[in-house]
Structures are given as C-alpha cells and as structure tokens.
C-alpha cells in the first residue's frame, strides 16, 4: 500500500480575513488601540496580520512601535519590507528608509520606486535621479515618479530628454510633461504636446487650461474649456479662478451660476473676486448663502471687511464665527489683529493674542511683529516691549516694529538704542529700519543725529534714500524751522518730490506761518492729487492765521467748484465694548449729553482756575472771539475726554483716538486737564501718540520701559490727589446722580447719537463678561454657603439620632422633628462607627464642596485676569 503525501497551501480563514479588514479600518480612523486589540485576540497571525498592523502604527505616526513590530514578525516577506520603507517615507524619515532599503535581501521595482518618491517628495531630486539609474529594470510608474521630481524642480529640459527615453508614455507622463511646460510658461510647447496626444483624462484639459489661467491668458483658456467633453469640480474652479484673479467679476459671477455644484472652494474664490473690486455686498451675499462654511470662508470674509475699512464688521462677523464654533486659523486671527490696531481695541487684542498663544503661534516672528504693531497703536508699549522681550527669535522686521513703536510714542533715545543693537548684533538693516529712526528724529527734535544717520546710510550702511526717507527728513528740518534747508533738499532730490514730501513741508509751513512757500507747496500738491483735501485745509489755515478771510473764501470756492470734500474731524472712545463717536459741535447729542455738559462747565472752571486761557489762533472761522472760545470748548477730542472721566473707573488711563491731527488748543488743555483731575490720558491722533500726566506732556520713559511689565503704576510717580482732584471726582459722582435722578423723572433718552455695540471679546473663548462672571460668583458662593449648613444640619442629626438611640428611655430612640433634634450643635455622646451611607453621603458632600471652592476661585481670577 502505497500511501500518498501532497503538500496543502494553507490559506487565511474567514475570521483572518474579517479581522484583517478591522485592522485596517481602525488604522485609518486613527484607532490604534482598537486594531491593536484586534490584532492581540488573533489566535493565528499571518503575514497579512503583521504588515497591517505594522501600517496602522505608521499611518498614526508611531514609526518607533511598527519598528519594533517588524522586528518581532515571525516570517517577512518583500511586501513587508516594502511596506516598512513606505511607512518611514510617509513620516519623513528617509535616514531610517534607506538603511532599511540597503538591508533588504532582495528588491523588487515597487521597493525602488518607493524609495525614488521619498527623495523627490523631500525635494533631493539629485539623489532620487542617481537611485534612478542604478535601478535594475523600470516600469512606467517609475519613469513617472522621476519626471515629475525633475519637473517640480524646474529641471524642464532634462525633464524634456527623460520623457523622450521613455519606453512607454502613458497619458499620465504626458500630463505631467503638459503641468510642467505650463508652469514655467511654456504655453506653446505645452500645446503643441497636448494636441499630439491622442488619449486625454479630464485632468489633461484641466493642466491646460490651468496653465492658460496662470499665464494670464483667460480667453484662450474659456474657449478651451468650452469644448471640453467631461468636466468636474475642479475644471470649473480652475476656470471660475481665471475670471476672479483678473478682475473680471461680471463673467465670474456668469460661470459661478452656471455650475451643477458650487463647492466652498469656488464660494471663496468668489467671495474674494468681489472684495478685491470693492463689492462687499455681494461678497456678503455669497457668503450667506453659503450651506456649508470652511474656516477658510470665515477668513476671507474678515480679510475683506479688514482691508476696505469696515473694522466693526470685521469683529463682528468674527465673534459669530466663535459662536458658530469654527475655530479660528492663523489668516483670520492675523486679520482681526489688524482691525484692533486700527481700532485700538485693546481688550479684543489681548484676546486674540491668547488665542494665538493657544494655537502655538505666538513664537512665529510675524505673528511677534503683528502683536508688537498692535499693542504700539493701542497705547500699550509695556505689552509691546513685552512681546519683543519674550520672542525667542528676532528678524529685521520685528527689530522695525519695536524701533517705530518708540518713534510713535516719542521716544527718539530708546529707537535710537535700539538702532545701535541692531548694528552691533550683525543685523543687516534695511529702508523700513532707517524710515522708523529718522521718523523718531524727527518726532523727538533731535535734528544733528538724524542729518548725521541720513549722510552714513549710503556709505556705511548701504542702503540708498528713497521718497519715504526724503520725506523723514524734510519733516525733521521741518519741526526746527529750518525751511530753506528743506527746500533745497527737495531740490537736489535724485527723484521726484511725491504728496508726502510736499505735504510735510506744508505741515512745517502752517507751524512757521510761511507763506510763500507754503503756496509753492499748495500747488504741486494740488497737482499731484487735485481730490485731496488736506492741501486745501493747510493752506486756508495759512490765510486764516494772516486774517486774509478773501482769500479763505476764494480757497472754498475752489474746493466746492472741484467737488473736494473735508474729511470731518472725530474723536472716539471704547467703554466696556462700545465705541463712542464724537464729532465737533451739538451736531450729534449724545444720550448722555446732559452728563458730558455738564462735565465740560466743570472742567471749564477748573482750567481757568489753573490759569487756562482758550487760544483763539485756532479758530479758523471769521467770527468773533467769543463764537471763537464757543467753538473752541466743543473740539470732539474734549468731548471725548470729558465722557472718558465720566466712565472710565479711576485709576486706569483714558484711551482717545482721533482721526485728524490733534489741535494745539485742545493739546493744551487736555494737558491741564490730566493734571486738575490726576487722570492719565493717552491721545492717538493721524500722526503720533499724546501721553498726559499729572499736567505734563510726557514721553513714557519713566513709566513704561523702568518697571516691570506687571506693574499698572509707577512707585516713582505716586503722589497723593491734589485738591482739584479731588473736586473733580466728586463732581463726576454728583453729575451720575443728577443723571439718574433725571432718568427716572422723564424717563429714557431717546436722542440718536452714533453709538456702536463691539462684540463681547469674551465670546468663544468661555469667558463671561464682568457683570456675569460677579453673578457667577455670587451664585456659586450662596450654593456653597447653602450645601454647607445642609451638610453640618444633616451630620449633627445624625449624630443627636445615633446618641437618642443609645440611650435607656425607650421613647428618645424616636428622633422628634423640632429645634432641639435640629440644633446645630452635637451632643456630646461619644463617637460610634458611621453607616455605610453615611460615609457616601460625607463623600459627596466632600467632592461637591472642593468642586464649588474649585470653581469661585476659577471665577475670581477671571475676574482681575489681565493675560501678559
């Protein structure tokens, strides 16, 4: 008998196989653990087992597990290997990758291939094309891989040669070959081959007209796209982008309509089109109808409301997107930083600052030099000397931040150390450094230093003067009244003299009353920008001061025959997240304009006390001089001062913004203002920052840069109120009462004034306002308070129980409802071994106690939370 053996292939069971898939699933869902305890329940792992979960480990970034999985693998077969290169390629380790490559025992073209994509994804195209040439035999994959790396390194005629050796060109290769020439601008070779091929994909027409598009040739790529047989999403975005990119929004807006499906992508690139030719209604429009919103929607809507001037949209469309919980990306935070520079909106910085902090951006060296901008135009240097302090890494332009935030403010020595710094360090300056000094010259008089650094720029620091520097220093000459010099520097300018260097000689003119050469400056800058204004203005000013009102009258004819309008001057201030406007005159009475009077009459007493006298030079208006002193008393900036004494608590600083130059009266008197009220206040005109102190014009060197970023008041500078102070506060609480006595006999204002609500910077970032987080806290200390008198009336019942039942008399074992059972005090029994229950309930009124001491804490340090 003979008996027969046959050698059987064993093959994966059903349950190898389901279980297999389960691996792979939770792989890709990111669920490590749960394939891994799929993989640990297999009683019978074959290869297939071993090399998913090896690639599960590898997707979720855990090389170093699927390492040590690989090495423990019973039997590995070439897939396996294949498989371990992928997955270090895929997590950027192609030291790891090519040891494994080297140690393979034997390579297959999928193991060589692999390796060639990992060099061309990281950019080592030469290292990938020496791998290529060292391989045993290709396929067309690996021709590929290796086209696309020499074309995505602009090698397009090396790229040219390999695509002509290739053995087979598939429609894929061509392609790729089509992508390239198209990108280096290469349209007509790019055509040339596409019309050869007689295969083409949808991704072929889509390369094609993408590169028409790119090349700014949109008619070519429309006709392209009219006889395209198939077309998909992205053919018609690539299309739709062409007409947005160049403006041509009418025939965007056509194809937008005509698309089966309009994705969030081409809603973008609409949203976009129109902001950039200034339709921001219709950019909203799209917006709204938007189904599904990206964060990419949320920052390009914002973008666009920041870069036209619509700030308060900005922040409002802002906090709803907070509240819609899309988190914010890095393009949109940036913007709303940006609209809180324009704003000052210092509260709404700080939080979005946090955010970036949250988001691990706060060490970018952009996102420092945006932060240190916006703490400089909100008035904060502390912060913004802070920022610059704490930023690991510091660039030319955060350097530039720093030195111009001083110039803002004045500080012309501190812009100059800093400039010093930035030389000794090996720092290479550039024309933004030297327009910050010189601007910090200029601002702080410093004349010599600043005609010593403009002479070295050139032969020293090798950067030549441009128009901005010119104007730097015509406006440095300028302030010392040095106007011949000026001129002649405008003169032997090497380029042409623009509307900033005219406008600031202008500027120096009106200050010296010169004018003859005022009116030489008047003209060309009447002729370089005959819409704008401000030449006007200037120049009325002049004849005003001359009391030439003839020539006054003629100027405004002018103005009116050519249709120039004056910018209107204001004044605004933020109180808790409303910005308040004001304007000059009664034009616009303010819902608290009883109140405001009233301050204004006040402080008018106290100023003539301190032996103010109104300066009417800066009337610019034929009337007399009491209309003049009327006038003089209502300046939208008083306005605003005299509402921030009203409202902003004592002891912080009255933060006033103004978008013209302030006038020299209202300099003056805000000055003896800070000082009968011993009130800081802190002035942003169009030009520079305005610090009042204690009745002194100061410039924050002893306060801001001597102390620590902690510190809100100088030890140095502490002194006890003086008595106009004094008067001044009790006059403020006496006017609140007068106010509320008045609001409760005629009932509330109903007076228009432009009062604007800025969304709460609290929102989305779980933080309630003052009101609500002093609510909390009051409510979780009443909650506690309660539980806690529960839980002693509970213990000692318990223990009055426990003691009546111990003792003899049968009728105490029955605990009476009554003042003596409920009394707070235990009888003085001795202790006895508490119930189970008993021990739970002392448990959970342990926890809820902690978690309640937990939480008013919590609230309280949000309370006088101020982030650094």
């Known amino acids: 008998m003979r008996i027969l053996f046959i050698h059987c292939r064993t093959y994966c069971s059903n349950v190898a196989i389901s279980a297999n898939c389960q691996i792979t699933r939770y792989g890709r869902l990111g669920q490590i653990d749960h394939a891994r305890e799929v993989f640990d329940r297999l009683q019978v792992k074959n290869t297939v087992?071993?090399?998913?979960?090896?690639?599960?480990?590898?997707?979720?970034?855990?090389?170093a597990e699927a390492r040590h999985l690989f090495d423990g693998m019973p039997e590995r077969t070439i897939v396996s290997w294949n498989g371990l290169i992928s997955g270090y390629v895929k997590n950027k380790m192609l030291k790891e990758a090519r040891s494994v490559f080297d140690q393979m025992p034997e390579r297959n073209v999928v193991s060589w291939t692999v390796m060639i994509r990992g060099y061309v994804e990281e950019g080592m195209v030469s290292e990938a094309e020496l791998l290529f040439w060292q391989m045993p035999e290709k396929n067309v994959v690996s021709w590929t891989v290796m086209l696309g790396g020499l074309i995505q390194d602009n090698q397009i005629d090396k790229a040219r040669r390999l695509f002509d050796s290739m053995p087979v060109k598939d429609v894929v290769a061509k392609t790729s070959m089509v992508g390239g020439y198209c990108h280096t601008g290469r349209l007509s070779e790019a055509r040339e081959l596409f019309d050869e091929m007689l295969e083409r994909n949808v991704v072929t027409w889509t390369t094609m007209i993408s590169g028409y598009v790119q090349n700014q040739r949109v008619d070519v790529a429309r006709k392209l796209f009219e006889v395209m047989p198939d077309k998909n999403e992205v053919s018609w975005t690539a299309m739709l982008m062409g007409y947005t990119q160049c403006g041509r929004m009418e025939e965007a807006l056509e194809l937008f309509n005509a698309m089966p499906y309009k994705s969030v992508v081409s809603c973008n690139m609409m949203i976009i089109g129109f902001a950039q030719n200034g339709d921001l209604i219709k950019a909203r429009k799209i917006f709204d109808q938007m189904r599904e919103k990206d964060s990419g929607t949320w920052s390009a809507m914002i973008k666009?409301?920041?870069?036209?001037?619509?700030?308060?949209?900005?922040?409002r469309l802002f906090s709803l997107m907070q509240k819609e919980g899309i988190r914010p990306n890095f393009p949109s935070l940036i913007s709303v930083l940006s609209v809180c520079s324009s704003l000052a909106s210092l509260d709404h910085g700080r939080q979005v600052h946090a955010q970036l902090v949250k988001g691990l951006f706060d060490t970018d060296v952009y996102v420092g030099s945006v932060?240190?901008?916006?703490?400089?135009?909100?008035?904060d240097l502390v912060k913004a000397k802070s920022v610059f302090d704490r930023s690991p890494t510091k660039d030319i332009v955060m350097w530039n931040s720093i030195i111009t935030g001083y110039a803002q403010h004045g500080l012309g020595e501190e812009a100059l150390e800093v400039f010093h710094k930035v030389c000794s360090l090996g720092i290479t300056t550039d024309d933004v450094t030297f327009v910050g000094v010189l601007s910090a010259c200029s601002y702080s008089g410093n004349i010599?230093?600043?005609?010593?650094?403009?002479?070295?720029m050139k032969s020293k620091y090798l950067v030549d003067p441009k128009t901005a520097h010119y104007a730097c220093m015509v406006d440095l000459l300028g302030r010392g009244g040095r106007l011949e010099e000026a001129m002649d520097l405008i003169n032997k300018m090497p380029?042409?003299?623009?509307?900033?260097?005219?406008?600031?000689?202008?500027?120096?003119?009106?200050?010296h009353m010169n004018l003859e050469m005022a009116e030489v400056a008047a003209k060309k800058l009447l002729h370089l920008e005959p819409t704008n204004s401000g030449p006007y203005?200037?120049?009325s000013n002049i004849y005003a001061s001359k009391g030439k009102w003839a020539d006054v009258a003629n100027l405004r004819k002018t103005m009116s025959s050519h249709n120039v309008k004056k910018l209107p001057g204001c004044s605004w201030i933020v109180i808790e997240n409303e910005v308040h406007m004001f304007k000059g005159g009664d034009s616009r009475p303010h819902p608290e304009q009883s109140l405001i009077m009233g301050m204004l009459e006040y402080l008018g007493g106290l100023l003539k006390e301190a032996g103010y006298s109104p300066d009417g030079s800066f009337v610019l208006h034929d009337v007399d001089e009491e209309e003049k002193v009327h006038s003089l008393g209502y300046h939208s900036e008083k306005l605003a001062v005299a509402y921030g004494l009203l409202k902003v608590p004592e002891g912080m600083p009255i933060r006033i913004m103004k978008n013209l130059r302030v006038c020299g009266d209202c300099h003056s008197a805000i000055k003896l203002i800070s000082q009968v009220t011993s009130r800081e206040i802190i002035l942003r005109d169009a030009n520079r920052f305005h610090h009042f102190k204690?009745?002194?014009?100061?410039?924050?060197?002893?306060?801001?840069?001597?102390?620590?970023h902690k510190d809100t008041k100088p030890q140095n500078l502490l002194k006890p109120k003086n008595l106009c102070g004094i008067r001044a506060e009790q006059k403020r609480k006496m006017l609140m009462l007068e106010e509320q006595k008045r609001k409760k006999q005629k009932g509330p204002s109903t007076e228009e004034f432009e009062m604007i609500r800025l969304p709460n910077p609290m929102i989305g970032y779980g933080i309630p306002s003052k009101s609500g987080q002093l609510a909390w806290m009051l409510f979780f200390l009443g909650m506690h308070l309660l539980h806690f008198m529960h839980y002693r009336k509970h213990q000692c019942f318990v223990e009055n129980y426990a003691a009546s039942s111990s003792s003899s008399d049968p009728s105490s074992s029955i605990p009476r409802r009554g003042p003596s059972n409920w009394s707070l005090k235990p009888t003085s029994q001795p202790k006895r071994e508490r119930t189970q229950e008993e021990k739970i309930f002392r448990r959970k009124a342990k926890y809820f106690l902690i978690t309640q001491m937990v939480a008013v804490l919590v609230f309280l340090s949000l309370r006088v939370f101020d982030y650094e």
């Open 448 to 456: 010599d230093k600043g005609l010593e650094i403009f002479e070295l």
């Open 304 to 315: 666009s409301y920041e870069r036209k001037g619509f700030e308060l949209e900005a922040l």
């Open 694 to 708: 204690d009745g002194l014009y100061w410039l924050v060197k002893q306060y801001c840069f001597r102390l620590s």
């Open 49 to 63: 087992s071993w090399n998913s979960i090896i690639t599960c480990y590898f997707q979720n970034n855990q090389p």
């Open 537 to 539: 203005i200037l120049l």
């Open 495 to 511: 380029m042409e003299a623009d509307a900033i260097i005219w406008g600031s000689l202008m500027g120096a003119c009106r200050t």
């Open 371 to 379: 932060l240190i901008t916006m703490y400089v135009k909100c008035g």
